[in-house]
């Protein structure tokens, strides 16, 4: 692979730095991670997303909890450099004009990966084409379609326009961009001087694309009403799946070329819907989901498809404190470069790291308190909890039993709480929660203090993940794909204390990189009463975690070496990124 040629990376939202508001939780992450490490292993990428002018959202949390949302104003120019080429997309029979924002990631050797943000506000569109790119996940279903066919077509078009001829893969992370395949499509119909696309074109374009699907619920996965789909391309009729949805398999049928757009005869009932993970899945050569466990759970939604699985990381320097870096540093030189290398924190003496993260404590702990007036305690057992907001990660599982979680602190040691997140502003239950926890806080003052942090970005993040003692995570088994938080924390020295599903089914080594909570869950049968695992939590708090940070610093201490030397040295996105060259990329 030499850097003639290209792999180009596709993404609905990538996180860049804080202050570019183009991301809404861990997919978006888990790109920028990605990209960050491309650059420092001289991978030859290049990267597409969509430029959210007004983000994703600004959160507002009044003293009940209740949230509020309203655009986020950035601007546009002190980060991003316009670029010249202009290339066209039709939506709905209108030429809908594009542009590309540059920005730059470089690498520890100074190696660059260009992220080009695709942006539809230009004069020469209409006042409703020009809003199109302006929020992430907002709007509803013609509005999504609107920006996948943007990321997708448009992005490929734009690919091209700025020079990029010699691409030897297209990387969709999830399937957001799975139109990007018609884009190729249509190009090696062209290429061939074809009127229809046969079998020929199908496996070229196929040889090239690259997908990672990131959610094992059913729901997750964007459909459109067909007849949406077809009003809004005009010449597109892509139909799968079983059950509500009429599969088709592209290796069996003959596709027609006309104008933009590859078109299908008229096979599906009224009612089908176009699913877009379908659409990714029969038209690339690896598919892989971003955990073993969700592999497994990807091989049994889609049973007719070789799926593998790279389990997802955390970009290191990025996540690691100013203070843990510093140590590392001194300790470990080159661990940038090599984070495998992190293994040698076991020869870092005890004090040093203890010393080191009650630094990174320290500054939490000083934000948190000019925030929220919560008055915390360095030298008290600080638990953390930070996700996007979704009921199926049941942030409340902790406050199940109030009266005994009052009495673990006041009996076994103090705790106090720290929480962040966004829900998505239609979710209701989702905000439901949040105001929950507000009340569980208010019922547990003053015996246990707890904060919740609005506007949780990748700043907060790396403040959080660093500065806890502990780090809290309690999906619902089998409904996390991956998740990265407990990564980060690791990173930090910060065990975990997590449900067994995702990343931490192959990350827990009880007592040495954290503790457990409950059981794994087979797919399909999972758990609706929580609380066998809101006991398991409790029990765990109270017989071993709290018990230990007060009067086992040498036992503590061993969990926190454990996180960085198994989790950190491995769960990271240098891995990751190795993986995706040796299994997708070459």
């Not at 202050?19 to 420092?40: E, F, Q, W």
């Not at 990007?180 to 090239?208: D, F, H, P």
């Not at 590859?262 to 089908?272: D, F, I, T």
């Amino acid at each position: 692979m030499t850097h003639n040629h290209f792999i180009a990376y596709f993404s609905m939202e990538i996180a860049l730095e804080p202050d570019i508001p183009t991301y809404s939780g861990g997919l978006g992450v888990l790109a920028g991670d990605t990209i960050r490490s491309a650059a420092d292993l001289k991978v030859p990428l290049v990267a597409f997303s969509l430029l959210h002018r007004k983000g994703y959202f600004y959160q507002h949390l009044d003293p009940r909890g209740n949230q509020t949302e309203e655009p986020v104003v950035w601007a546009v120019n002190d980060f991003l450099t316009e670029m010249e080429p202009r290339v066209q997309v039709i939506i709905e029979g209108r030429e809908v004009l594009l542009r590309a924002w540059k920005y730059e990631v470089k690498g520890v050797s100074g190696f660059v990966v260009p992220v080009y943000l695709v942006d539809t506000d230009l004069p020469e569109n209409s006042d409703w084409d020009r809003r199109l790119t302006d929020h992430l996940y907002g709007g509803d279903d013609w509005y999504r379609l609107c920006q996948e066919i943007v990321l997708g077509i448009g992005g490929v078009r734009l690919l091209r326009a700025l020079g990029y001829r010699q691409v030897n893969r297209f990387h969709m992370n999830e399937g957001h961009a799975a139109f990007l395949t018609i884009e190729l499509l249509n190009e090696e119909v062209e290429k061939n001087g074809k009127s229809v696309i046969g079998q020929k074109e199908i496996e070229a374009v196929r040889e090239k694309c690259i997908f990672t699907t990131h959610t094992p619920v059913p729901a997750g996965h964007d459909q459109f009403p067909l007849e949406l789909v077809e009003k809004m391309t005009d010449n597109l009729q892509y139909v799968m799946d079983h059950q509500d949805m009429f599969a088709v398999d592209v290796q069996q049928h003959i596709f027609q070329y006309k104008g933009d757009f590859v078109r299908m005869p008229e096979l599906a009932p009224q009612g089908v819907r176009l699913n877009m993970t379908y659409l990714a899945l029969n038209l690339s050569n690896y598919v892989n989901g971003v955990a073993k466990k969700h592999g497994e759970v990807s091989r049994l939604m889609f049973a007719d498809y070789p799926i593998d699985a790279i389990t997802n990381g955390v970009h290191a320097a990025t996540w690691t404190t100013e203070p843990m870096q510093v140590l590392f540093d001194r300790h470990i030189p080159g661990w940038r470069e090599d984070n495998f290398s992190l293994r040698y924190v076991l020869n870092i003496p005890a004090a040093e790291l203890w010393d080191t993260h009650q630094k990174a404590k320290q500054e939490l702990l000083s934000y948190v308190n000019h925030q929220t007036n919560a008055g915390m305690d360095k030298d008290v057992l600080t638990l953390g909890f930070a996700r996007r907001v979704a009921t199926y990660k049941r942030a409340d599982l902790l406050f199940s039993d109030l009266e005994r979680l009052r009495r673990l602190a006041r009996e076994v040691g103090p705790l106090q709480l720290i929480y962040a997140g966004k829900a998505h502003p239609r979710d209701t239950h989702g905000k439901d929660l949040i105001r929950r926890i507000f009340q569980a806080g208010q019922a547990l003052s003053p015996d246990i203090k707890v904060a919740y942090l609005a506007n949780y970005d990748t700043w907060l993040g790396r403040l959080l993940t660093g500065g806890v003692d502990v780090w809290l995570n309690t999906p619902q088994p089998p409904n996390e794909a991956s998740g990265t938080s407990g990564m980060k924390a690791a990173m930090n020295g910060v065990p975990s204390l997590s449900s067994l599903d995702g990343w931490w089914l192959e990350g827990c080594i009880e007592n040495f990189t954290g503790w457990s909570i409950g059981s794994p869950v087979v797919h399909g049968t999972e758990r609706h009463d929580c609380a066998e695992d809101a006991d398991c939590l409790y029990t765990k708090l109270e017989k071993i975690i709290v018990p230990r940070y007060y009067q086992d610093r040498e036992g503590f201490l061993q969990a926190m070496y454990g996180a960085i030397a198994i989790n950190g040295s491995f769960f990271n996105t240098q891995r990751m990124v190795q993986q995706y060259v040796v299994k997708a990329y070459l």
